[in-house]
């Protein structure tokens, strides 16, 4: 596609619960983020990748959220046991490999709502 | 990691004013990019100017430039001739060599007629 894709755009789920949430980056894109934004606030660092790989883990908030991209494309964020402070807005977000100052495309994110 | 600091929760500026917003950031790395990024109401994050660590001359884009201070781990956005559309949240943004992009937590920019 032309631009960073995110999938489901609105999610509501049962406290405790998976959800996954699947980001489709720009085709060529090696590099790939993910976001966490609360309402009104800032962006949290979770996750990036670089190929297949994640560099820095340190930004997931806690062993019930993990990540993982297959391919150098797709990425799918698993967030199990799901509670309340979960609810957010969570962004993708990917630029190509060559030159840190390539700008980064964010997708339109996957608003979840934990019940 | 590197970490990013906007101390303006919320500014507001006149309509055809001019505003800036601050940025301070803490890295021991020589060679990174600065941006700012805008997001309006819609949510879709918007590049408004980056910045090479590299180049000492500031980066300007239309009414948007900025003042970037190596030495003082700084780099602010000047708005010049404020537009309503300009109202959004504003994000500074550092990019390390190494790709690893972490955000500030934004400042929210009113903009009164």
């Known amino acids: 596609g032309a631009g960073v894709s995110q999938s489901p755009s609105n999610k509501v789920t049962e406290k405790g619960k998976d959800v996954e949430l699947r980001c489709d980056p720009i085709s060529g894109h090696t590099a790939l983020y993910w976001y966490r934004q609360s309402l009104g606030q800032g962006l949290e660092f979770l996750i990036y990748?670089?190929?297949?790989?994640?560099?820095?883990k340190s930004g997931l908030p806690s062993d019930r959220f993990s990540a993982e991209r297959t391919g150098g494309s797709v990425s799918t964020l698993t967030i199990q046991r799901t509670q309340q402070e979960d609810s957010a807005v969570y962004l993708c977000?990917?630029?190509?490999?060559?030159?840190?100052?390539?700008?980064?495309?964010f997708g339109e994110g996957s608003w979840l709502t934990v019940v | 990691a590197q970490t990013v600091t906007q101390s303006q929760p919320e500014m507001s500026v006149q309509e055809a004013e001019t505003v800036t917003l601050s940025c301070t950031y803490d890295t021991s790395e020589s060679d990174y990019y600065l941006f700012w990024y805008k997001q309006p109401p819609s949510r879709q994050m918007i590049l408004v100017i980056r910045?090479?660590?590299?180049?000492?001359q500031n980066a300007t884009e239309n009414r948007f430039s900025v003042n970037f201070q190596k030495a003082a781990k700084s780099f602010s956005l000047k708005i010049s001739d404020s537009q309503l559309g300009d109202a959004a949240m504003y994000f500074c943004a550092y990019r390390s060599a190494s790709n690893d992009m972490r955000f500030g937590a934004g400042t929210r920019l009113t903009v009164k007629p």
């Open positions: 990748f670089q190929g297949n790989s994640a560099p820095d």
């Open positions: 910045q090479e660590a590299y180049k000492q």
């Open positions: 977000a990917s630029s190509t490999r060559q030159g840190s100052g390539n700008t980064i495309y």
